[in-house]
């Protein structure tokens, strides 16, 4: 009927979004009915309320305990089939060596934290039983856990958790298997490297006095997208960045080079080697490889939805 096919997709994918997102309403299928309660240390925290309520849609009995609950918490650790530890990165560790020593022999121990060495050793030992570790690789205000990636540590005796990964899959996110030491290598350039970068964007923004309603005005939609991206960490928690950032030291090395990178180019640009310029950047386009078109192509259909946004 001559209708692009790209506006039916269009159409069907913003349906299947909001299907994904009423799901909330309805419920999820339980997998394990025979739990016992779930306990979540931190609870009243960003990830812990998205992940309460995931388990409360799921039919989980769910309590919770921050940092003002610890005198309940022989209470309700005594019935718990499942402790899920997401505190600030920086308190982790040592409340799960001083606090977690003696939950339920078969309780499962699991945490959120987004880096995972250190957190999966401190619960492998202070608790006996099972062990997992996650990362969900996603803000709270997902809106739903559709095709979102959390990835896993294994620690101890999956076979016990084997349903939690089927739950987890029920919420419609994707699990990708990792070593505890291969998720952090990746973390310094995907978290630490990146966010840094991002803090010091936001920062030379800052000290210039960048205008951004100018920005906006002068800007292409992919400039937007970028602003978008720098702006949106510093609506997020200082905590949090500064917690990833820090508790990586070896990302050091991965942003000492980042900037020895950018004097070298700066250098470049300084005497005015434009052919040097040309062919570096080649060198990357040849390194990036048929990535560079993928993403051109991903690109662009986030471009078009973010001109679609657009009020003027
Ligand atoms: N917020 C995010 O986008 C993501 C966070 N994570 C991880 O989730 C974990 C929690 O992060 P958020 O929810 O953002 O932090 P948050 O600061 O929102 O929540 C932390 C909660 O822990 C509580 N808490 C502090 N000290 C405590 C103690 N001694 N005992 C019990 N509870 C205590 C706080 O009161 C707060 O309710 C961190 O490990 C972080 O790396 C992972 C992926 C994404
Ligand atoms: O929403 C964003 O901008 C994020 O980058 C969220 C985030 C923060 C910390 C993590 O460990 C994983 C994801």
Known sequence: MGIAPQLIEDILRRLMRESYLN????GFKQIKTDLGSVVIVGGKGQLGGLFQQMLKLSGYQVNILDKDDW?????LFSDAGMVLVTVPIAITCELIREKLTKLPKDCILADLTSIKTEPVKAMLEAHSGPVVGFHPMFGPDVGSLAKQVIVVCHG?????????????????ARI??????RHDNAMQLVQAMR??????????????????ETLLQFSSPIYRLELAMVGRLFAQSPELYADIIFAQQDSQHA????????REALALLKRGDRNEFIKQFETVAKWFGDFAP??????RLMLQSVNDMKIN
């Open 71 to 75: 005198q309940q918490a022989d209470s």
């Open 294 to 299: 993928q993403f051109q192509r991903e690109s």
């Open 176 to 181: 990708v298997e990792a070593e505890p030491e």
């Open 255 to 262: 942003i000492s080079d980042y900037l020895d990178n950018y």
């Open 156 to 172: 101890r005796s999956p076979e016990k958790y084997q349903w939690l990964l089927e739950q987890i899959a029920i919420w419609g």
């Open 195 to 212: 966010h840094f970068s991002t803090f010091v964007y936001g920062l030379n923004l800052c000290k210039e006095e960048a205008d951004i």
């Open 23 to 26: 799901e909330k309403d309805v």
